[in-house]
């Protein structure tokens, strides 16, 4: 007898599946199966089940006291498997944080902050000291399991005098660790955005991509920067990072006019904008990328298939046989909702995205709203 059985899942390509889980996988994707399990979902058809949410920017170390959460505050409630820390702690915090991730129903992962002792103060980069290279490598071979990333935020209330020097640590780092993955966060100047880009690679993930700051993708005519279109074409990931302060309508609305589509989607949330907005949560989040005219089928990857690639999340997600048995299970539902950016910008959704379980390793949570 299987672990749990999923009936008439209504798949991205609008199939409807049954889907088998045992032993923490995905056993069977087959339609009308006739398999035995000890739990049995019985979904309508219209409900949807797509590969588990990951959220790749968030900030869940909880004994912070600038960006924090917690991990089953804006994971599993929320129809999100998996979030990825972006580099709340260093490497002389880590470890703590570590060992209270692992406690959480949530699959948590972490980007180390280059700075060793994280987002402790907005300027962790401000004094160049703080970033040892020393520290780093001996906190990614003593976590590798937990440590997916290394993490540079480069905007000005962050590097005080130390302009693009920061990155180019961050890139010595990167090249001794067989080219770990790099989040860097963007905002304002200096440095400047150009510069940032330029140092980028292939691979290298830019977060905070459709901010609405002067030092963003556009100019100040509403097109994209050649320099952006530049680095997007040699393989820069471009990344939503919501946040408070760096997700607008109308560059997302430029960018995707232009070509200029992102790779994934996060929420950058932390308990703040989670509670009061504009953030809320992950579906919200993907409201805001339907009502700018993305289909289903196109946001649902950069929340599964592309971050589990770009973090090398092996056996994450995919909805196939042999992949983690993490799910989540939603509806879209007729509804009337006012959506706001980071910079008090609104558009109207009436099609509204509501998680009503989330599946880790195969044990079943109802979401918050159908607890």
């Not at 600038?66 to 599993?76: K, S, T």
Request: with cysteine; aromatic share 8%.
């Amino acid at each position: 007898m299987y672990d749990l059985l999923i009936k008439n899942a209504r798949l991205i390509t609008d199939e409807i599946s049954d889907i088998v889980i045992d032993n923490k996988q995905i056993i069977e994707i087959e339609k009308n199966s006739t398999v035995e399990a000890q739990q049995t979902l019985v979904l309508d058809g219209d409900t949807y089940v797509s590969a588990g949410w990951i959220d790749d920017h968030v900030h869940c170390y909880e004994k912070m006291t600038l960006y924090y959460d917690y991990p089953d505050q804006i994971g599993v409630p929320k129809g999100v498997t998996t979030v990825i820390d972006a580099g709340t702690t260093g490497a002389e915090n880590i470890g703590a944080f570590y060992e209270l991730a692992a406690a959480a129903n949530t699959n948590v992962y972490a980007l180390l902050n280059i700075s060793k002792w994280g987002i402790v103060e907005q300027d962790e980069l401000a004094d160049l000291a703080k970033i040892q290279t020393d520290l780093i490598t001996k906190a990614l071979a003593d976590y590798p399991q937990f440590i997916v990333g290394i993490k540079a935020r480069m905007s000005k209330t962050v590097i005080g005098n130390n302009g693009i020097i920061p990155l180019e640590m961050a890139k010595a780092i990167q090249a001794q660790h067989q080219q770990l993955p790099l989040m860097v966060h963007v905002g304002s100047a200096p440095p400047s955005l150009a510069d940032v880009l330029a140092d980028m690679s292939a691979g290298d993930v830019m977060t905070h991509c459709y901010n609405g700051k002067p030092n963003g993708i556009l100019t100040a005519e509403g097109t994209v920067k050649d320099f952006v279109r530049a680095a997007y074409a040699k393989g820069v990931i471009f990344d939503v990072g919501h946040g408070t302060d760096s997700f607008n309508f109308k560059v997302a609305e430029a960018a995707k006019a232009a070509g200029i589509i992102c790779q994934t989607i996060s929420t950058d949330i932390y308990h703040r904008n989670r509670e009061v907005g504009p953030v809320y949560d992950m579906a919200t989040t993907l409201e805001k990328m339907l009502v700018l005219g993305y289909s289903l089928a196109e946001i649902i990857p950069m929340v599964t298939a592309n971050p589990a690639a770009v973090f090398k999340l092996h056996n994450k997600g995919q909805l196939a046989v042999g992949y983690d048995a993490d799910l989540t299970i939603f509806k879209l539902v007729d509804g009337h909702k006012v959506l706001t950016d980071s910079n008090g910008n609104t558009r109207t959704t009436t099609t509204l995205i509501q998680p009503t379980q989330t599946i880790v390793g195969g044990s079943v949570y109802q979401c918050d709203s159908n607890e």
